[in-house]
């Protein structure tokens, strides 16, 4: 725990700066030269009684993605990095991920990070940690609060990362002269009321309005799960009999749907129904370079590093972040036939993989 005049002194400085407005600090996105995400291992030795304690209240260990995130977490927050980490798995239990900052608050640790499984519940226990004067980060997902109770956001733009998917999809389809063709849609959604499954579910929906000729045949919730992937595409199998794309929210959900499809003898990927997903994990990606996912949209797990530097900032005395920070990601797919769509009002490429991009993956 630090001192409490430090402390006091920190929370000052913290509320006058976010009453003057949230400053600007190396944003991720628009200043490029701090987009390389910062170093998790800064070197600085602190002795033991002085490092900084964070509470993390993460999601769960529900999909690869979040293993990696967790992992990133671990590995900023370390003791050789100056922090002294409370960490809770909150199972996808929103109650429980609640009441693990309310261990926080009680623990009187110097920060907390929250990765909100869903946007809803959250103004009390904020209001509780500002009344402590704990400053809260967010990272990943996001919370439906005043903006005003934490200090900034560090995430996804998954309303981009949805728009990408279709914008992708219309090209891929116009490549192989099926514009105009009827078009059967399967949505495998991520855990419903995460931000993540809204923003995807938005930005797919936006694009799918745009093309009469796209057919949503239905979509339900797979839990983010390799269970609930395989569950859900069984169900569609079931009830669909013409199925041409399905689009799951994430990598492990694709797992399970191809898992189903393979048991059926039905074929997918380079071959049959296309398969769309997110997240662009080390396996997930493996399995664009097998043609078994036709195009994987990144979701990057390394947020933590950025509140690191920015809890650093904030007590070197410096300007805290911007209020809402998207992180950078990128677009992949099986087949060199799309060289670039339409990401958040502006082009991005295609990235074809290959084997030296899978090697070079960080997760
Ligand atoms: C998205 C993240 C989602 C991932 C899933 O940022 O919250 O939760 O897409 C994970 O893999 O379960």
Redesign the pocket.
């Known amino acids: 725990m630090r001192s409490g005049f430090l402390k006091t002194g920190m929370i000052l400085l913290l509320i006058a700066t976010i009453l003057g407005g949230c400053q600007n600090i190396e944003n991720p996105v628009e200043n490029p030269s701090a987009s390389a995400t910062p170093a998790t291992d800064t070197g600085e030795d602190k002795d033991s009684d002085n490092l900084i304690t964070v509470g993390f209240a993460q999601?769960g260990h529900?999909?690869d993605?979040?293993m990696a995130a967790t992992e990133s977490a671990m590995d900023t927050f370390s003791e050789k990095n100056g922090f002294n980490l409370s960490y809770v798995d909150s199972d996808n239990n929103p109650d429980m991920q609640i009441d693990a900052v309310r261990g926080f608050i009680e623990q009187k640790v110097d920060y907390i990070v929250i990765d909100p499984i869903v946007t809803t519940g959250w103004t009390p226990v904020m209001e509780e940690a500002r009344d402590a004067g704990i400053p809260v980060f967010v990272i990943?997902?996001m919370i439906d609060c005043d903006e005003d109770l934490y200090v900034a956001w560090f995430?996804?733009d998954f309303t981009a990362e949805g728009e990408a998917a279709g914008a992708w999809l219309d090209a891929y389809l116009d490549d192989k002269g099926r514009g105009d063709e009827d078009i059967n849609i399967a949505i495998i959604a991520?855990t419903e009321g995460?931000s993540?499954q809204i923003g995807r579910s938005e930005g797919f929906d936006g694009y799918t309005r745009m093309k009469p000729n796209w057919n949503k045949l239905d979509e339900r919730d797979g839990e983010?799960t390799r269970n609930g992937g395989k569950r859900v595409m069984n169900e569609y199998l079931e009830k669909y009999k013409d199925i041409d794309v399905v689009v799951c929210q994430?990598d492990?959900e694709a797992w399970g749907a191809i898992e189903a499809l393979e048991d059926a003898g039905i074929s997918f990927g380079k071959s049959g129904i296309i398969i769309i997903s997110?997240?662009a994990v080390y396996d997930g990606l493996s399995d664009v370079l097998e043609g078994k996912i036709n195009a994987d949209f990144e979701?990057n797990p390394l947020s933590a590093p950025y509140v690191a530097d920015a809890i650093r900032k904030i007590d070197r005395g410096e300007q805290i972040v911007n209020k809402i920070n998207y992180i950078d990601e990128s677009c992949f797919q099986y087949e060199d036939n799309v060289k670039s769509i339409m990401r958040d009002g502006r082009m991005a490429d295609m990235i074809t993989v290959t084997w030296d991009i899978l090697m070079e993956r960080a997760y």
Do not use: L
């Open positions: 999601v529900e999909s993605w979040r990943d997902r995430g996804s991520g995460s993540a983010f994430n492990n997110f997240d979701c």
